[in-house]
């Protein structure tokens, strides 16, 4: 069974950085390209970053680029996200997701509230 857990997330000020985690099991996880996705109060699920299996290829929505890094560590089963220079835009729900896009598997997100 797929299972997802998310985790770091919190309630900040602007400009302020979170670290998201996600532990993975129940699946190839090494061979697993592995994305973010966020969805903010009353609006869709919005694909943020993804990385490859091996961390060689990584992508970032235009709206984040810059400000959050993607990262992976195979032998822990854990994908993270660094979230840097945190705005108001950036609240919402967090989730981690199997594959490239917003439709793989995801966990019960974790929540980020940025707040001035």
């Known amino acids: 069974e797929v299972q997802l857990v998310e985790s770091g997330g919190g309630l900040v000020q602007p400009g302020d950085s979170l670290r998201l985690s996600c532990t993975a099991s129940?699946?190839?996880?090494?061979?697993?390209?592995m994305s973010w996705v966020r969805q903010a109060p009353g609006k869709e699920l919005e694909w943020v970053s993804a990385i490859n299996h091996n961390s060689g290829v990584t992508k970032y929505a235009d709206s984040v680029k810059g400000r959050f890094t993607i990262s992976r560590d195979n032998a822990k089963n854990e994908v993270y996200i660094q979230l840097n220079n945190l705005t108001t835009e950036d609240t919402g729900m967090y989730y981690c997701?199997?594959?490239?896009?917003?439709?793989?598997?995801r966990g019960q997100g974790t929540q980020v509230a940025v707040i001035s």
């Open positions: 997701v199997t594959g490239w896009t917003i439709r793989g598997r």
């Open positions: 129940g699946f190839a996880f090494s061979g697993t390209p």
